[in-house]
Every structure is written in C-alpha cells, then in structure tokens.
C-alpha cells in the first residue's frame, strides 16, 4: 500500500511540474505577442516574473515532496528494519 502511494504522490509531482511549465510557456508566448504588438525589440522585465514565479512554486514544492517521500521511507526502514 506505501509504495501505492509514492507511486501517487510522484505522479501529482509529474502532473504539477507538467502543467507549470505549460504554463511558462504559455505565458512567455502571449508575453512575445504583446511585445511584437507593442513594437519593443526586447521582452519587458515583468513578463520575465510570469516564467520565474510558477518555475519557483513548481520547485519548491518538488523539493517539500522529495523531502517528505525520503522522511517517510527513512520512518518506515527504522520500523520495520530489513533483517
């Protein structure tokens, strides 16, 4: 049943990390459209956050994930230790 849900929590990281970066990507594109649109030769500095934010959220939520899986696969060796 534990490895039934790592298993799960692996494929919500997989699924989370999937859509943040359609999510950058997204963005940067409607960022590259506004620019255009605009006349800039260059992206303005905020439209930089749009990518920066989510790609931040995205990992530090995968290192709190990775620490609890370690944390209860470290609890679950010392109760029940391999002989």
């Not at 605009?38 to 905020?46: F, N, V």
Request: aromatic share 14%; glycine share 4%; with cysteine.
């Amino acid at each position: 049943m534990k490895r039934k849900e790592n298993w799960g929590k692996q494929m919500e990281l997989c699924l989370f990390n999937t859509l943040t970066f359609v999510l950058i990507v997204y963005l940067s594109q409607i960022a590259c459209y506004l620019d255009q649109l605009s006349g800039d030769s260059y992206p303005p500095l905020h439209y930089v956050w749009f990518g920066l934010i989510p790609f931040a959220v995205s990992l530090l939520y995968q290192i709190s994930c990775y620490r609890n899986m370690t944390r209860e696969e470290k609890e679950a060796k010392n109760n029940h230790p391999e002989r």
